[in-house]
């Protein structure tokens, strides 16, 4: 399977702990996506890269959000001192540029629960 | 990105057409609209895209009004299989900042009925 892979599938953590998500995208793809999904709702923006330069990072929730794609293939998303209210799906999506540019390719996602 | 309007849920019986309305009253002229589809525990699924005419691939149709004030997404002969929320998203194209985030809002629930 070459599509978007995400890992792991699902964390169970401790309110106060620091999580760190991984996300390889679809190997020739040059963008790649982070979303937010809490219950009931659609996926929210967080981030986005072209290659390693991360574009916009004005929509991730709180300084404890951050994200890196050190060598413009796999990227990861960290959380730090997590809590309750982070418990969501965190949803990685890549994209090829100059493809229409909201054609994108969406991993299983992660799904995190803070205790 | 402008806002759309969707029901929050539909029924269609199996081997049927689904019809899946939107509104997109505020859409400016260089957006497009977009469905993309998720079914349970999955992550979305794009479907299709237009920009004023409409639009046929191997897994939908997309009529868009010719006001471009609304659009219907079509499955003509739906499985239990598209049980799924479908999100209409109308926007831009063109790359920029935070313009090539998806802005997904609550979608329509396609409860597809044997």
């Known amino acids: 399977d070459t599509g978007v892979s995400q890992d792991p599938r699902h964390k169970i953590t401790k309110r106060g702990q620091n999580v760190t998500f991984r996300c390889d995208p679809i190997?020739?793809?040059?963008?790649l996506y982070w979303y937010r999904q809490t219950l009931g709702q659609g996926p929210e923006f967080l981030t986005y890269?072209?290659?390693?330069?991360?574009?916009?990072k004005s929509r991730l929730l709180s300084d404890r959000f951050s994200a890196e794609r050190p060598k413009g293939s796999f990227s990861t998303l960290e959380i730090q001192r997590t809590e309750q209210g982070d418990s969501a799906m965190y949803l990685c999506a890549s994209s090829l540029m100059g493809g229409s540019l909201k054609e994108q390719f969406f991993g299983p996602g992660t799904r995190l629960t803070v205790l | 990105d402008a806002k759309t309007t969707q029901p929050p849920s539909m029924d269609c019986a199996e081997g049927r057409a689904a019809n899946l309305p939107c509104n997109h009253s505020t859409i400016s002229g260089n957006e497009y609209v977009y469905w993309y589809r998720q079914i349970h525990s999955q992550g979305p699924q794009y479907i299709i895209h237009g920009l004023k005419n409409n639009e046929t691939n191997e897994m939908a149709s997309l009529i868009i009004t010719e006001d471009r004030k609304s659009s219907t997404l079509i499955l003509p002969h739906a499985t239990l299989r598209d049980t799924a929320v479908y999100y209409c998203i109308v926007s831009s194209p063109y790359s920029g900042g935070g313009a090539d985030g998806l802005t997904f809002g609550k979608g329509t629930h396609l409860i597809i009925q044997p």
């Open positions: 890269f072209q290659n390693e330069a991360q574009l916009e």
């Open positions: 190997s020739e793809h040059n963008r």
